[in-house]
């Protein structure tokens, strides 16, 4: 009974999950206009704290973000539901594209739907950036470190360590400064669920012995032991989102895997198909197990898709919500409470530097007529957010009109 009230909280989950494109930098965007501007379920500070917070995970950053919303609203209950409602509709379609990507030949042409998608989701990563650059960003010290930010995650974006780096070496800066102080009074303790991180240490655990002694011993079915470790272990380790998952995954299965289970073709059909969806780019590891059991017979290759969805966001819920609860609790302390102004203005020079990193891949200096068009999506996008309460769905959704236009 306690979750009725929660309703229309996770109607607005579904209704941005099924509307969010553009990756994690696109999904940052319409979590503003969302949960902060539109439903208030958070503040503009809660956000730019909650995605700091997930940068120094490692896992899908966007799904952590989100089960942080639910959290706060409603305890782990609600945060599993957001964290489901988020996660299925995308790992649905990239499992069954799985069974399908033999009669996917003329794909490339349904594609023109999106085409005014990626222009549309830096318009979303330009309204974020904009709306955290004036609440973080007010004194000489985070403008520095908004630049130096920027310019080093431009510069290093694919590089998988960038991101904890600058937030930690952010705080590290701000914490010379001694005339702040937190109000020990206004932080409420949380409780720490310890079994959280002992679980995610558990399966790891299991997992690889599991894994090992199937590939030892030739089990029958050790490829779907090797597959679940495989997927767990990425989920766990992989720190900077699919731009990272995505040559990890490609060693792994293409690269050295003798059987090639995967073609290159097959492989990089995937991560064009998850970027045309909505939702969690980490979703294309259910594509991704569905095609390596898939001579298996279609019971496992339905097994082989429920486990790359499993294990590929169980790590980031276990971990993010263990370690949240203990941020909060250390936040009391100075040095931590005086690194939250550093660590701020660091995703704000991470947010700049996403919209430059994809800007640079849309075409917008060519004088013809797709550049200006996608210029008019990027400003008109921008403009609609920041001056209207126009739905970012709606938006969506005349892009893809827009996309049939052209």
């Known amino acids: 009974m306690v979750l009725i009230r929660h309703i229309p909280f996770l109607k607005a989950v579904f209704y941005y999950t099924v509307t969010a494109f553009g990756g ?212 766990s380790l992989v720190f900077g989102g699919g731009d990272v998952l995505m040559p990890i995954m490609y060693e792994q299965y293409v690269v050295r895997n003798k059987t090639k289970y995967l073609t290159k073709e097959e492989y990089l059909t995937g991560w064009g198909l998850v970027r045309a969806i909505p939702g969690p780019v980490f979703s294309v590891a259910s594509y991704t197990g569905g095609m390596i059991m898939r001579d298996k017979g279609k019971r496992m290759q339905v097994l082989g898709c429920a486990i790359g969805s499993i294990f590929i966001f169980l790590p980031s819920a276990l971990l993010v919500l263990f370690f949240f609860p203990v941020w909060q609790n250390l936040k009391k302390y100075v040095v931590v409470y005086r690194s939250l102004e550093g660590i701020n203005a660091v995703v704000v020079g991470i947010m700049w530097a996403s919209f430059f990193y994809l800007l640079k891949d849309i075409s917008v200096t060519a004088l013809d007529t797709i550049s200006f068009v996608n210029v008019g999506v990027i400003i008109a996008t921008f403009i609609l957010l920041s001056f209207t309460k126009i739905a970012p769905p709606l938006i969506v959704l005349g892009c893809l009109i827009l996309g049939l236009i052209f």
């Open 24 to 235: 994690p930098q696109g999904h940052l965007g319409m979590m503003m206009k969302t949960f902060v501007e539109g439903r208030k379920d958070i503040t503009k500070e809660e956000l730019m704290e909650y995605t700091a917070f997930c940068q120094m995970l490692p896992g899908a950053s966007s799904t952590q973000t989100i089960t942080l919303i639910g959290y706060k609203r409603g305890g782990v209950p609600l945060a599993v539901l957001t964290l489901l409602i988020w996660i299925l509709p995308a790992s649905i379609i990239m499992a069954v594209f799985s069974f399908l990507v033999h009669y996917l030949s003329a794909f490339h042409v349904s594609l023109n739907l999106f085409s005014f998608i990626q222009p549309m989701a830096v318009g979303f990563v330009a309204f974020a950036a904009y709306k955290m650059y004036r609440v973080s960003v007010h004194n000489t010290i985070t403008y520095c470190i908004m630049v130096v930010s920027a310019v080093a995650t431009y510069l290093f974006f694919k590089t998988p360590w960038v991101f904890p780096i600058l937030i930690i070496l952010g705080g590290v800066v701000t914490n010379f400064s001694n005339k702040r102080y937190p109000d020990e009074t206004a932080i409420r303790p949380r409780h720490i669920r310890w079994t959280n991180i002992w679980l995610f240490i558990l399966l790891f655990i299991i997992l690889g012995a599991f894994s090992e002694t199937a590939r030892k011993q030739n089990w029958p079915d050790r490829r779907v032991y090797n597959l679940s470790e495989n997927i767990y272990r990425f989920g």
